[in-house]
């Protein structure tokens, strides 16, 4: 029976999965540490910060006057969850919000500072008491590169060119002296510079032949200041939008260092997204089909980048990603506050996978959205008692860490692919027809860190079944091996204030190092990092 095909049927989705098991069905699988091939950019561990709902003000910030702890306004608690998972990159202030932002609102005295309406999200009125001095000094705190998003929308040339200036400019320029009357001496660093957001959308519903001539005339005035050189990135497409690249490709070219990309885990854009904790067996696999669907659409994207770019200069960057549900009951509409359960830590961690697999021309990821937004990595409690909640998608990036810088390793790895509907809702029009996507039940990625250990995770999203796998470590001699794991009882599980550690990384014991080969017992709907000496 050793390596035979066989046909399971799988009760949730009672759909034909094809699978390849040895007779005491232990799955054998190799990690080619014989085969290293590129560096694992830090900067798919981005983040995303946008003035939206909760996520800079409750969230990032909280003014040095709050009575919730904080370290010159910001949120200490959330500032240090934060240090602790390496955040290399910060995107702000957008998003949507970005292209109806004006940067010199949020400069200067707090008192004197106009007030708009977040016109994108819920109409909140924003204060702009947390501006550019408040964003770049926390990314100089956190250590990270701040992301910059620049308004082409209802910005104009002057505006952006100015902000460059003001931000990086150390001679004696306008702009500069404004800056140092506003408190800050010495120029930040700012490598990342997006020339608008969704130009296709929220940032302008252009077509990408006008966005082009848009990008190279914004980009014309933008200057590198001494001891700054900016990373021009120009606003890309949305999922399967392939021509929206060609364009951009084909008429900005070697103008922009990186495109950017967006993809959602989202049932759709009309009506309800479901709910974050309640779904059922179906709706959980629908999301892992979903999400993996992502490497498909890379694949097409690099495609047409490869073809136009065979050097590889353009990176492609997917500047927002995650889940997107329905907003929990009872908070702000408009806002995007959304639970956060262990089927999100599955949509992470898949993703970070192909991210990795596609790391020669994925040079950047930034997930939406920080804390409080979307599939966010803190919580905090949306009344103000000064609770916060680590999420288990905060976990699934915590464990990850070691990916960071280091050299991605191939792994074969056989498994069982369940053919999961490509509808959410299976009482929706047309849900019948909707076709299928594949969902493998084991995915794993490995690397060699910059300490010459290797890393591997391991996810099996199977609900139902444990798995043995031996990995043979090809051109690595292990001594030791460790990790955690990151599951729970249920898959609907979460993290609240309430019950803040429901779903937490643990310590696992189920790895033995034997010949060179790595036994590891993989529970059912597990998360399994392990660390190799
Ligand atoms: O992340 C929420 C929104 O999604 C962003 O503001 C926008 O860019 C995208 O449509």
Same mark, same amino acid.
């Given at each position: 029976?050793?390596?035979?095909?066989?046909?399971?049927?799988?009760?949730?989705?009672?759909?034909?999965?094809?699978?390849?098991?040895?007779?005491?069905?232990?799955?054998?699988?190799?990690?080619?540490?014989?085969?290293?091939?590129?560096?694992?950019?830090?900067?798919?561990?981005?983040?995303?910060?946008?003035?939206?709902?909760?996520?800079? /003000?409750?969230?990032?910030?909280?003014?040095?006057?709050?009575?919730? +702890?904080?370290? =010159?306004?910001?949120?200490?608690?959330?500032?240090?969850?934060?240090?602790?998972?390496?955040?290399?990159?910060?995107?702000?202030?957008?998003?949507?919000?970005?292209?109806? &932002?004006?940067?010199?609102?949020?400069?200067?005295?707090?008192?004197? %500072?106009?007030?708009?309406?977040?016109?994108?999200?819920?109409?909140?009125?924003?204060?702009?008491?947390?501006?550019?001095?408040?964003?770049?000094?926390?990314?100089?705190?956190?250590?990270?590169?701040? /992301?910059?998003?620049?308004?082409?929308?209802?910005?104009?040339?002057?505006?952006?060119?100015?902000?460059?200036?003001? =931000?990086?400019?150390?001679?004696?320029?306008?702009?500069?002296?404004?800056?140092?009357?506003?408190?800050?001496?010495?120029?930040?660093?700012?490598?990342?510079?997006?020339?608008?957001?969704?130009?296709?959308?929220?940032?302008?519903?252009?077509? +990408?032949?006008?966005?082009?001539?848009?990008?190279?005339?914004?980009?014309?005035? @933008?200057?590198?200041?001494?001891? !700054?050189?900016?990373?021009?990135?120009?606003?890309?497409?949305?999922?399967?939008?392939?021509?929206?690249?060609?364009?951009?490709?084909?008429?900005?070219?070697? %103008?922009?260092?990186?495109?950017?990309?967006?993809?959602?885990?989202?049932?759709?854009?009309?009506?309800?997204?479901?709910?974050?904790?309640?779904?059922? !067996?179906?709706?959980?696999?629908?999301?892992?089909?979903?999400?993996?669907?992502?490497?498909?659409?890379?694949?097409?994207?690099?495609?047409? =980048?490869?073809?136009?770019?065979?050097?590889?200069? #353009?990176?492609?960057?997917?500047?927002?990603?995650?889940?997107?549900?329905?907003?929990?009951?009872?908070?702000?509409?408009?806002? @995007?506050?959304?639970?956060?359960?262990? %089927?999100?830590?599955?949509?992470?961690?898949?993703?970070?996978?192909?991210?990795?697999? &596609?790391?020669?021309?994925?040079?950047?990821?930034?997930?939406?959205?920080?804390?409080?937004?979307?599939?966010?990595?803190?919580?905090?409690?949306?009344?103000?008692?000064?609770?916060?909640? @680590?999420? +288990?998608? /905060?976990?699934?990036?915590?464990?990850?860490?070691?990916?960071?810088?280091?050299?991605?390793?191939?792994?074969? @790895?056989?498994?069982?692919?369940?053919?999961?509907?490509?509808?959410?809702?299976?009482?929706?029009?047309?849900?019948?027809?909707?076709?299928?996507?594949?969902?493998?039940?084991?995915?794993?990625?490995?690397?060699?860190?910059?300490?010459?250990?290797?890393?591997?995770?391991?996810?099996?999203?199977?609900?139902?079944?444990?798995?043995?796998?031996?990995?043979?470590?090809?051109? /690595?001699?292990?001594?030791?091996?460790?990790?955690?794991?990151?599951?729970?009882?249920?898959?609907?599980?979460?993290?609240?204030?309430?019950? +803040?550690?429901?779903?937490?990384?643990?310590?696992?014991?189920?790895?033995?190092?034997?010949?060179?080969? #790595?036994?590891?017992? #993989?529970?059912?709907?597990?998360?399994?990092?392990?660390?190799?000496?």
């Amino acid at each position: 029976m050793a390596n035979m095909k066989k046909t399971i049927l799988i009760a949730a989705i009672s759909l034909a999965v094809t699978a390849t098991a040895s007779a005491a069905d232990v799955v054998k699988a190799t990690v080619h540490a014989d085969q290293a091939g590129a560096k694992i950019n830090r900067e798919i561990y981005g983040q995303f910060s946008e003035h939206l709902g909760t996520c800079i /003000y409750g969230g990032l910030w909280v003014g040095e006057d709050s009575k919730i +702890p904080n370290i =010159m306004g910001y949120r200490k608690d959330v500032f240090e969850a934060l240090k602790a998972l390496k955040v290399p990159v910060l995107r702000w202030p957008g998003g949507c919000f970005a292209d109806d &932002y004006h940067w010199m609102d949020g400069i200067g005295p707090k008192d004197q %500072r106009p007030s708009l309406r977040n016109n994108n999200w819920g109409g909140t009125i924003e204060d702009n008491s947390f501006g550019t001095h408040e964003f770049l000094n926390l990314c100089e705190m956190l250590d990270c590169e701040p /992301y910059i998003s620049g308004n082409v929308g209802s910005g104009t040339v002057k505006e952006m060119a100015q902000w460059v200036e003001y =931000m990086t400019s150390d001679g004696d320029t306008p702009m500069a002296r404004l800056r140092r009357q506003n408190g800050r001496e010495k120029a930040w660093h700012v490598k990342y510079f997006g020339i608008g957001n969704e130009a296709w959308g929220c940032g302008g519903n252009m077509t +990408p032949e006008y966005y082009s001539d848009e990008f190279r005339k914004f980009n014309t005035y @933008l200057r590198d200041y001494t001891g !700054n050189q900016l990373y021009r990135i120009g606003s890309g497409a949305s999922d399967y939008d392939y021509k929206w690249t060609e364009v951009l490709m084909d008429k900005i070219g070697n %103008r922009m260092q990186g495109v950017s990309l967006h993809y959602y885990t989202c049932s759709g854009w009309d009506g309800p997204k479901g709910s974050a904790t309640k779904f059922d !067996n179906d709706q959980y696999y629908w999301a892992l089909g979903k999400c993996l669907e992502i490497e498909e659409v890379i694949k097409k994207h690099k495609a047409i =980048m490869d073809e136009k770019d065979p050097q590889g200069k #353009v990176g492609l960057l997917v500047d927002e990603w995650g889940t997107w549900w329905d907003e929990e009951p009872g908070t702000v509409s408009g806002h @995007l506050f959304q639970q956060n359960a262990l %089927r999100d830590a599955f949509v992470a961690s898949l993703s970070l996978n192909v991210f990795h697999k &596609y790391t020669d021309r994925v040079k950047m990821a930034n997930i939406a959205q920080v804390v409080n937004v979307l599939q966010a990595m803190i919580l905090t409690d949306q009344k103000g008692t000064g609770h916060m909640v @680590l999420t +288990p998608t /905060y976990h699934v990036f915590k464990m990850y860490t070691p990916f960071q810088e280091a050299t991605f390793l191939p792994v074969d @790895l056989p498994t069982e692919t369940m053919q999961v509907s490509k509808a959410y809702f299976k009482e929706k029009e047309g849900a019948k027809d909707a076709g299928y996507r594949p969902c493998p039940m084991l995915s794993a990625s490995a690397a060699k860190t910059t300490d010459d250990g290797l890393v591997l995770a391991i996810t099996n999203v199977s609900l139902d079944k444990d798995q043995t796998i031996d990995f043979q470590l090809a051109g /690595y001699q292990a001594k030791t091996v460790s990790g955690e794991i990151l599951t729970s009882k249920k898959v609907d599980d979460y993290n609240d204030f309430q019950h +803040p550690e429901t779903v937490v990384p643990k310590a696992f014991k189920d790895a033995k190092l034997k010949q060179n080969v #790595v036994s590891v017992k #993989v529970p059912a709907k597990s998360i399994v990092v392990l660390n190799i000496r």
